[in-house]
C-alpha cells in the first residue's frame, strides 16, 4: 500500500531509502522538489532509475481537497479543507505587507471546549496526521501562486487554527521538522508559533522534545474563575501552573512565552482585570497580545470597544509588559481568531 509522501521527515526518508540500498540524495532531492520547487507530481529529475520506481510504487502525493475558499476585503483568505473520509477543516492566510501568515489547524474540531470559541462548540472529531497539516500549507501556497502570483509568499505559520496542537503533540511535532527542513521549506523556527490553551502535559513535550519554535499561551484572564469559564482546562491545569511552567523555560529555548488576551466587554476588560494581570506578568520576559473577541453565531459574548481595548493596553504599559494589540483581521468571512468551524461535519 502506498503512503503519503508528506508524513514523512527527512531522516525518515533517508531511512527508507537506505533500507532499500537506494542512493543517499534521493529523500534531498524530492524535499527540494515537493516543498522549495511546490511541485506536486512525483519527482524524476535527478532521481536515480531505481529511485523513481520505489516512489512510484510506495509513495502517494495527494492533498487535501479544497472545499470552499472566502476572500474578505482586507484580503484574508479563509480555505475549507476535506480529507479522504469528508471531515473538514478549515485553514486562513493573513495579509501583512504584501505576504502572507498562514494559520493552521491541527485537529477537527477541539477536545478542550473553551466556551468563547466556535471551534470549541464543535468536540472533537479526530487528530489530524502529519501529511494533513502539511497538506493545508502546499495548497494554500499553491492557491496564493495561481491567484496572487505578485505576493504569494508565506513566511509565518501559526498553529492557532482549529484544535489544540499540543493535544495533537506527534503530528504538530513532525509537520513543524518538515517545515523547518533545510532542503524545504527552509523556515526559521522563530517563524513558527505553537499555540495552547495551557495544556501541561502537551507544553511539558513542547520543552523536551519539539524544535525550537515559538510558544504563544491563552491567557484571557489570571483570575481563576473567570479562566474556568473560558478555558475549563483550567480546572485541571490552572493558569498557575502553566505560568510557573512557562517561567522555568530555559534561555534560548525560546526568545519570550507570548501570552495571548482575549478581551471580551464586561468579563474581563475592566481596569481591576488590567492591574491584575499587570501584576502577575510584571518584571517577567513575557509579551502580551490583546485580542478583541470576535464574535460567532450563538456566543453569549461581546466584543469591547477599541476604545476600552487602548485604555486596557495603557494600564499594561504602565507595569512596562511589552503589549500589542492584534488587529481583526478577516472577521466578515468569520475567518479571525476563535472564529473557525468546520461547517457540517459529519
Ligand atoms: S481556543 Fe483553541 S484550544 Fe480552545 S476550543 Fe478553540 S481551538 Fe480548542
Request: net charge neutral; charged share 25%.
Amino acid at each position: 500500500m502506498r503512503t503519503s509522501f508528506y508524513q514523512y521527515t527527512l531522516p525518515e526518508l533517508q531511512e527508507l531509502f537506505a533500507l532499500q540500498g537506494l542512493p543517499s540524495s534521493g529523500p534531498g532531492l524530492m524535499f527540494n522538489w515537493h516543498y522549495k520547487k511546490r511541485k506536486t507530481e512525483p519527482c524524476v529529475i535527478d532521481l536515480a532509475k531505481k529511485s523513481i520506481a520505489y516512489v512510484a510504487e510506495n509513495f502517494s502525493f495527494d492533498l487535501p481537497t479544497l472545499d470552499t475558499v472566502h476572500e474578505s476585503q482586507d484580503k484574508t483568505v479563509k480555505f475549507l479543507f476535506k480529507f479522504k473520509d469528508d471531515l473538514k477543516v478549515e485553514t486562513v492566510l493573513i495579509p501583512f505587507n504584501g505576504k502572507y501568515t498562514i494559520c493552521i489547524s491541527s485537529q477537527v474540531g477541539c477536545a478542550m471546549k473553551c466556551s468563547f470559541c466556535h471551534t470549541g462548540t464543535q468536540g472533537l472529531k479526530r487528530n489530524l496526521s502529519t501529511e494533513e497539516i502539511i497538506g493545508q500549507f502546499l495548497e494554500a501556497q499553491r492557491w496564493l501562486s495561481a491567484n496572487r502570483p505578485e505576493d504569494d509568499r508565506i513566511l509565518n505559520i501559526v498553529f492557532m487554527g482549529q484544535g489544540e496542537p499540543l493535544h495533537n503533540f506527534d503530528a504538530v511535532k513532525k509537520a513543524c521538522e518538515i517545515f523547518l527542513t533545510q532542503h524545504g521549506l527552509s523556515l526559521a523556527p522563530h517563524k513558527i508559533t505553537i499555540s495552547t490553551a495551557g495544556y501541561l502535559p502537551g507544553l511539558q513535550r513542547w520543552k523536551a522534545e519539539m524544535p525550537k519554535v515559538n510558544i504563544a499561551v491563552s491567557l484571557h484572564s489570571v483570575i481563576k474563575e473567570k479562566r474556568d469559564k473560558l478555558i475549563p482546562i483550567n480546572q485541571r491545569y490552572p493558569v498557575e501552573d502553566v505560568m510557573k511552567f512557562a517561567e522555568e523555560i530555559p534561555e534560548g529555548r525560546t526568545r519570550f512565552v507570548t501570552y495571548e488576551y482575549l478581551m471580551i466587554k464586561n468579563f474581563n476588560d475592566s481596569d481591576e482585570d488590567a492591574h491584575i494581570t499587570g501584576r502577575a506578568l510584571a518584571g517577567k520576559n513575557v509579551y502580551i497580545s490583546l485580542i478583541p473577541f470576535n464574535p460567532f453565531p450563538g456566543t453569549e459574548y461581546e466584543r469591547p470597544e477599541m476604545h476600552e481595548v487602548d485604555h486596557f493596553k495603557t494600564i499594561l504599559d504602565s507595569y512596562k509588559i511589552p503589549t500589542l494589540i492584534r488587529k481583526t483581521k478577516g472577521d466578515e468571512i468569520l475567518a479571525a481568531c476563535g472564529q473557525l468551524h468546520s461547517g457540517k461535519n459529519k
